[in-house]
């Protein structure tokens, strides 16, 4: 049942950003980092979804880049279908593990070529990943790719600046799917459109998962997205992992004191006068986070030790309350 | 009866192009009242912004007001001169616009700013317009307002910088706050605080605000009524409760369908099937017609337009008018 297709161990990133070094010499500085993603962990089960939430800036997009290989980690393990990932991978096996997964960006404009037409577009990953493929072979498969996201064949000769935003994403959409893929990186797919193409991608995506058996991760900050899409969610703060669980469960019976904030935000659409509740404090510079539990300044749980011991992960949730069962009376389901 | 702060009557845009002209917003009429939030939704493209920025006098070129009036407290500011329409922008009708960087100068810092703002429009000595700013970050929720307030934007998370934006809105003490998109760039946990700020606002000082969001959620929240938009139209208007929870027009119906909700564990999302018609060839008829689930043949060669379904409601459908209810 439960057959791991992606592994995730202890990844790590963290960007150079210094000052230039004649300035760091002259104004005496130290290197700068930022610590993007901190010892993270995390498995997906084939055909299922694995969301990733959190604030702006703890680190989704950069996890998400780590995972397809547009950036290096500092440190860790990525694992897929039981294989490295690491670095030193071979050409030919490197690509031969890449066709295998693919990335949908946030904003379908910037990641289409806007001086291609739709056709190229979608053809590039044939090329690359089926080379003995002919040019008609080619074309009849763009053309059922643009059938299967609900655009017509005949739209391949547009470019992309020709499509609302919805239908764009579904050109990015055919484009991933056309080397078939076994796993699709999906950073924030439906953000920028409004809800009823969301509703249309959202669909769409389920569809296909149901049809290919796709593995999907999945990164959106709007709760109510992930609750429909995901099975498993992982919440970061700062970088870290603050809790994995089930999607029902977490929804349900959230752990983390920071999950439980970040469910309480959650705009009431049901008009059931629930008040949403205030979030204390704002999001810490990743430049300096503070020590022990980076989320203790804002945490109405946090004691001494939370000031200075970073939680391990027990179970799913990274927090000294959780652990000392200081939480459990308020967990009750 | 109180008068309103804001009343839209026929309000119409156009941008005349190599093809013809074509109507962005048609025949628009709303009223805010003092202390009232209208929230305005619909799918991209439906005319918000270009209603909003009609309303402070910011249509670009070639596009124009072609029909309508616009007035602020039963006085005309659609036909006003250029500079008389400057001095009412930031005095009398505060903005905010989505993206806070560009509404903020990275070279200047966030005392700067708002100081000289606040000059601009109040007769102010610079420590008092000083002291001023420091209370509004305060009202905002920046922490530890006077420090902070000579900080540049960078140094403030994006959070930050979109309440310091409704700082430079607010400033003068504007009677109409026109907010578009104010929250969108911002996680679920910052939206809520600008979302109190904001109301606060028109609480403590009866100013209205002209809320344009796709996000359903911050509507309810905020919103006292809310007018749904599609082609350039007001689709339907009336009181958010009653348009949330029982939908009228079929497009609201199916916006509403379409969201995603926390309590709820639907395999598949409701969909409006097709996709809102481009400008250049809306259909003849109801505009909705060829993606409504409840089309007859009247929606086909007639136009709907607004009449009132009940009190405080108005729709355009022709399923609500009274003469072809079956
Ligand atoms: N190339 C880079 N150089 C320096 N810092 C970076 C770089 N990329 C990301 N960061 C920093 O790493 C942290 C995590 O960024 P990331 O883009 O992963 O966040 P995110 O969770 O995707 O946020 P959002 O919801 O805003 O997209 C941020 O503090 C960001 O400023
Ligand atoms: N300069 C322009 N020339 C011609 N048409 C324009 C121009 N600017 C906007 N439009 C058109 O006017 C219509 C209304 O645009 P508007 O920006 O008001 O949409 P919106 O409802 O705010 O959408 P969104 O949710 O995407 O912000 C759109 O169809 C748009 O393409
Ligand atoms: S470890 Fe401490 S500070 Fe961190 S979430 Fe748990 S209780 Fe709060
Ligand atoms: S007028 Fe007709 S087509 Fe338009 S929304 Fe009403 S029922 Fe549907
Ligand atoms: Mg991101
Ligand atoms: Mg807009």
Redesign the pocket.
Known sequence: MSDVLLDVRNLSRR?D?SKPWLNRKLEGLEKLY?K?VDDVSFTVNRGETFALV?E????????AKLIVGLLKPTQGEIFFSGQSLARGLSGAEARRLRRRFQMIFQDPLASLNPRWRVTDIIAEPLRVFERSMDDRARRLRVGELLTLVGLSPEDGVKFPHQFSGGQRQRIAIARALAAKPEFIVCD?PTSALDVSVQAQILNLMKDLQKEFGLTYVFIS?NLQVVRHMADHIGV?YL?RLAEVAPARDLFEAPRHPYTRMLLDAVPDIEMTGRRRKKVEGEIPS?LSPPPGCAFHPRCPFANDRCKTEVPRTLGGVACHAVEEGRLSDLVQP | MTEPLLSVRGLTVEFPTRHGILTAVEDITLDIMPGEVLGMVGESGAGKSMTGNAIIGLIEPPGRIARGEILLKGQRIDNLPPDEMRAIRGRRIGMIFQDPLTSLNPLYRISDQLVETIRTHLPMSQEAARKRAIQLLDDVGIPDAARRIDDYPHQFSGGMRQRVVIALALCAEPDLVIADEPTTAL?VSVQAQIIDVMKQLCADRGAAILLVTHDMGVIAETANRVAVMYAGRIAEIGPVREVIKDARHPYTAGLMGAIPRLGENLDRLQQIPGAMPRLSSIPQGCAFNPRCPKVFDRCRSHRPSLSQAEVGRQVACWLYDGVTEA
């Open positions: 960007f950003v930022v993007a959190g702006s800036g703890s680190g989704k997009s950069t996890i924030e900050h970061l970088g990743p | 996680d």
